[in-house]
Structures are given as C-alpha cells and as structure tokens.
C-alpha cells in the first residue's frame, strides 16, 4: 500500500523514490503511472515524489467532487510537500499539472526551487484557441449525452492518448470533468509572471497542438527566467536543473 499525506481536506497518496534533491511530480488530467515511469530514471540522484491528484487513484476527494481550481491543486500540491518535510523542489508539471507547476512558481515560491513544465494549456495566452476549445467541449457533450462518460473521455483526451492513460482517466471520470473545468481557472498577470525569477524550462512537445505550441512561446517571452525546449524528453529537461 502506498502512503498517504494531508493534502487541503483530503489524504493523498504519494510514492517516493530515491535520494538527494526533492523533485515533485504532478500529473495532468486522467492521471496514470506514465509520469513516475519517465521519473523514475532520476531517483538516482533525486528523492522522486509522485502522487495521484485529488480524486485520482486512491487518494481521496470531496462528495460530491464536481468541480476543482488550479490554486486549489497546488494548495493540495504545496501541503504534501510540508508534510512530508520538503523545504524547497524541483516541481515538474504535465499539462494540467504544468499550470499547477506554474501556480507553485507564483504564489508559494519558496516551495520552488526550479520548474518543468510540459505543454502547459494557459489558454488565456492564445486567443486563436477559443474555437478550437469550443469544438472540444461541444465534442465531450455529445459524446456523453449520446454513448456515456467512457466515450466522453475519449473526446476529453483525444485521439492521441495511450490505453493505460484511458483506462485511468475513465476510472476516475469525475475528477477528469472537474480538471477540465478547471483549465480557464488561472489567473495571470504579465507583471506576475515577469517578476518570477525561477529557473523554469517550458517543454513543448512533437505531439502538442498548434494552440499548445503557441502559448509555450507566448509564456516564454513573459516569464523573467525560462528557456523553451522544443526537443528533449520531461526526464532531460527536469536533470538539467538538478545540476
């Protein structure tokens, strides 16, 4: 059994691998094991902390648990960390866990020591998206109103996604909805984000969409401190701020 840590109103359960500089984790939506999986090379030179979010896995969330904020998951992110008696980490984040990374870097920085974020869907950065998140929602409604949750998380994920993440978004559908309602939930200043002098790495992948591809460099060009990475994997990206 994993071990479990207070997050904000709910146990979390988390797994630790490793030694050396604390590197927290943080999933995007429908969770899985992928991230530890792509982590775990680095437990040899870093304690590597993975949990499941909120609703996800075996950690617990609120009854009914209909909808959820970004600062809400990285209040949850920033408590697991003080439990488990972390000063400061190397916070790597995947796409809705990267706007959680970012909301870490913001508003609770001495929690931060440096920041990975993969693909992070800051929409509010690209106005040209708001069609194409507009046909997505449109696509997720249809799909539930005509063949149920399962294939309506199929239309969250998209084409792209791999079995085992579908299998763990579809088991946990609820906290799914919840995260996608809670993408437009981050707010940001070009002030804010230019006074943060955090080390962060933006990791725009082969596989992101044209929107994603654009706010990458769009929050590239805001942050005081970034660099934007076009190749690489998350593992390469987050070891590099470990030196």
Do not use: W
Not at 75 to 83: C, F, G, K, M, R
Not at 147 to 173: K, V
Not at 178 to 185: H, N, S
Not at 204 to 233: C, F, H, K, Q, V
Request: proline residues 5%.
């Amino acid at each position: 059994m994993t071990p479990s840590a207070a997050g904000v109103g709910v146990q979390l359960h988390y797994l630790s691998r490793g030694e050396g500089k604390p590197l927290l984790g943080i999933q995007g939506i429908g969770g899985g094991e992928s991230l530890g999986s792509e982590l775990a090379p680095l437990a040899g030179r870093s304690r590597v902390i993975t949990y499941d979010r909120r609703g996800y896995g075996k950690s617990e969330a609120p009854e009914p648990y209909l909808a959820t904020t970004v600062t809400e998951q990285s209040e949850d992110a920033a408590a697991l960390l003080l439990a488990l008696g972390v000063g400061e980490a190397l916070i790597v984040g995947v796409g809705f866990g990267a706007l959680i990374a970012l909301d870490l870097c913001l508003r609770r920085p001495e929690l931060v020591s440096a920041a990975v974020l993969a693909d992070p869907p800051v929409y509010s950065l690209d106005v040209e998206s708001t069609r194409e998140l507009a046909d997505q929602r449109g696509a997720i409604e249809a799909a539930l109103l005509a063949a149920g949750t399962d294939r309506a998380i199929e239309a969250l994920l998209g084409p792209g996604a791999d079995a085992a993440l579908l299998a763990s978004a579809q088991a946990a559908s609820g906290a799914c909805f919840a995260d996608y309602g809670g993408l437009a939930t981050l707010e940001l200043t070009h002030r804010q984000m230019g006074s943060c002098q955090l080390p962060i790495r933006i990791l725009s992948t082969p596989s992101a969409s044209a929107p994603l591809t654009r706010i990458a460099g769009e929050l590239d060009r805001l942050l005081g401190n970034s660099e934007l990475l076009r190749s690489g994997g998350l593992a390469a990206a987050a070891e590099a701020l470990l030196d």
